[in-house]
């Protein structure tokens, strides 16, 4: 939810690992009977992977970094012209020293907040 380093066990798993040019985000093979079996004969997990640009991240940044309690860092990011004020004179979000926070009504508009504010 960082946008950090974080390993995937497990059939279905996800996980991000940094290569040197960047995170690539992998998902394990699905199915328990498969994900057993290339267990059992060492071959690779994963069957989909994708390098997360910046503009993933960005994107990322801005989804997860509201789901938190903790709120959505601004710093570094360049939001759209009124977009914290438009949310805020809805009731959805709260801005205290450069963090986004949604509040209780705010939860339920998670995904429109984050579109606003791409």
């Given amino acids: 939810w960082n946008a950090e380093q974080y390993a995937g066990y497990g059939p279905g798993a996800v996980g991000a690992v940094d ?3 960047g995170l690539v985000r992998y998902t394990n093979l699905k199915h328990p009977d498969a994900y057993c079996a290339a267990v059992e004969a060492g071959k ?3 069957f989909e992977s994708e390098l997360l640009d910046d ?3 960005r994107t990322e940044r801005i989804m997860l970094g509201l789901r938190m309690n903790s709120g959505l860092s601004t710093s570094g990011l360049d939001l759209p012209n009124g ?9 959805w979000i ?3 020293d450069q963090v ?3 509040t209780a009504e705010g939860r339920h508009f998670c995904s429109e907040v984050a579109l606003e504010l791409m």
């Fill in 55 to 57: 503009a993933k991240l």
């Fill in 83 to 91: 977009s914290l004020r438009k949310m805020e004179s809805r009731g």
């Fill in 44 to 46: 690779l997990l994963p």
């Fill in 100 to 102: 986004v926070r949604l």
């Fill in 19 to 21: 290569i040197g040019e």
């Fill in 94 to 96: 709260e801005v205290d």
